[in-house]
């Protein structure tokens, strides 16, 4: 499956915290930062890897594991709210080249819920994408109305890479669905995937406006 809900109870009780509007910023982003290293463990599960034989120091020979393609990983980070995640995923991924996207979306305050929202990318550094060889990461702590996230896929979809993931924190069902509709073959990994969004395109229940409990 594409989706993979990583809703075990540590990540739920991270959660939990960020959802609580009594959590100040610094707590916050450490919490992001916690959320980035576990998921980027999840994923490094998912990666390809070869069977390998070791000698150990008693002179045993002895099968194991090398992820081969944990040196093939390009993080995306959509700025600003990804930061603290992408931090975290980095854990996981020392050796991973970065790319940052600047992203804002045009907030709406309508009478119904929104299904798409214009975008506006104003910084956009990615490093060469080597297809079919390079595991792509984008990283944003928020899928709402994945308007922003289907603008990021378009750039990234065109250089061909190996694997395509997106890390979150809260989906939205209606996001989620429109990402993995469009992309079948993208991995969404998430920590949970909320019911509804409002007039103005956020996740209920959410957690608020994720760079803004962030930085401020």
Do not use: C, W
Request: no cysteine; net charge neutral.
């Amino acid at each position: 499956m594409p989706l993979y809900v990583i809703d075990k109870p540590l990540t739920l009780h991270i959660l939990t915290q960020l959802r609580d509007k009594n959590t100040d910023q610094i707590n916050f982003r450490k919490n992001l930062v916690r959320l980035g290293r576990i998921l980027g463990y999840e994923i490094a599960n998912t990666l390809d890897y070869e069977i390998v034989e070791v000698e150990t120091p008693l002179g045993a020979r002895t099968k194991g594991i090398d992820i081969t393609d944990l040196n093939n990983i390009v993080i995306i980070n959509i700025l600003r709210a990804a930061v603290p995640l992408v931090e975290g995923l980095l854990k996981a991924f020392p050796k991973a080249r970065q790319g940052v996207i600047g992203a804002s979306r045009v907030e709406v305050d309508g009478k119904e819920v929104p299904k798409d929202m214009d975008v506006y990318i104003y910084y956009k550094k990615i490093p060469d994408i080597r297809a079919k060889v390079d595991n792509v990461i984008i990283a944003d702590p928020m899928i709402a109305t994945a308007s922003t996230m289907l603008k990021v896929l378009e750039e990234v979809v065109r250089a061909n890479p190996k694997k395509i993931y997106i890390v979150s924190i809260i989906s939205s069902e209606y996001g989620a669905n429109k990402i993995l509709s469009k992309y079948p073959f993208i991995y969404l990994f998430t920590v949970t995937i909320d019911p509804e969004l409002n007039n103005k395109g956020y996740i209920l229940p959410g957690l608020g406006d994720a760079g803004d409990r962030a930085f401020g």
